[in-house]
Each structure stands twice: as C-alpha cells, then as structure tokens.
C-alpha cells in the first residue's frame, strides 16, 4: 500500500515570491509520482509527472519538482509566483507493478497567493 | 482530441433517492477509468477502477456501485443514498504506461 503526506496544509506566499509545497510518500514498491492542481469547483489538472530518467521534472505554468528518492521526496516549486496560481495543489503516487494505474493522493496543500 | 465529459455538474438528491453519474471519455481506446470521491477539504478517495468493459474493481465497501457498458462509458450508481454520500465526485482516466489522470469537470453531490 502506499501513502501520500503533503506537509503543508496551507502556505500563503507574496506575489513574485518563490514557492515549494512538500509532499513525502511511502511505498514497498517503486512508485510514479504527479502533482495535481485543482482550481475551485473543478477537476483536477496534471501540473507534471516522473516516470523515470531525469528526477527535475518541468511542468506546466512554470512549475518544476524534483524526485528524492532516499528521501522519498517529490517537492513542487516555482521560483516567481502569480496570483493566478493560488488554488489546492495535490500529490500523488502510483505504484508501477500493476497495469491499472490507481493513484493514491495527498490531502493537498492550499497556496494562496498575496498581492 | 481526448476529452472526457462527466455530467451532471451539481446534483441534490433527497436520502435514500437513487443515484447514476455517468462519465464519457472521447478520443481514446480501452482507457482505465477511475471514479473518485473528494469530501469538503480533504484528498481524493478512490472508489472504483475499470481497466476494461464489464471489469470493475471496488475500493471501498459502500452503498455505491459502478458499472462500464461500453469502453469509454463509466457509470456511478447507488439505489439508496445516504447523507454521508454528499461530495465531490471526480471521473478519470488514464492509460497503460503513462498513469498521469486527465478529470472530468466533477459532480458535485449533495443529499439532504
């Protein structure tokens, strides 16, 4: 089984300030790993993912994570922030030995983003 | 283009109504399909998958049931809701190899 921990439940930020909302998992099996956004009474949007290779993965809107797997790690971080991005940002893992791609997801961390 | 749709957007349902969620998924073949359920604040749950047609796998014991008639047609079902069934209900799929879910646009149930 595996298990999502956002450390952060909500992390208000300045305009054009840096960002990185945590997330740590655990698993006894290698595991993909997403981050999600999810703006007010929507679905969620698949910010980026790791499949493998390169553990600096750049995703959409400016936003990068980077893949600890002694840590098992998968922070996200943006280095200027908008105010656009304030919205729940959610991380989750996937283990790779099955075909059917269940994820199991954070609790997700609100970001707020202050003019 | 691939693109899901998931009607209806908001839902108020009396206790102990029956309930059907239906989500359609365009410009894909054999997807998996996932329903999920989001309460106020918090994360996902994940209540059922489907990695085929008639191939349904439960989660979580409940009072709700999912079917898949066709390929890309994933059905949320319940005969009698209960209070606790109020939330977000998130359809989504994926596909073998590259597990990064693409949503639906969310059902947003409540029962009164």
Known sequence: AQSVTQLDSQV??????????????????????????QYPNQGLQLLLKYLSGSTLVKGINGFEAEFNKSQTSFHLRKPSVHISDTAEYFCAVSPTNTNAGKSTFGDGTTLTVKP | SQTIHQWPATLVQPVGSPLSLECTVEGTSNPNLY???QAAGRGLQLLFYS?????????????????????????????K?????????????????????????????TVV
């Not at chain 2, 349904?56 to 999912?66: G, T, Y």
């Not at chain 2, 209960?82 to 977000?88: A, E, K, N, R």
């Open chain 1, 12 to 37: 208000p930020v300045f305009e054009e300030a840096p960002v990185e909302l945590r997330c740590n998992y655990s698993s006894s099996v290698s595991v993909y790993l997403f981050w999600y956004v």
């Open chain 2, 35 to 37: 329903w999920y359920r």
């Open chain 2, 51 to 79: 990695i085929g047609i008639d191939q349904i796998s439960s989660e979580v014991p409940q009072n709700l049931s999912a079917s898949r008639p066709q390929d890309r047609q994933f059905i949320l079902s319940s005969k």
């Open chain 2, 81 to 109: 809701l209960l209070l606790s069934d109020s939330g977000f209900y998130l359809c989504a799929w994926s596909v073998d190899g590259d597990y990064g879910y693409t949503f639906g646009s969310g059902t947003r149930l």
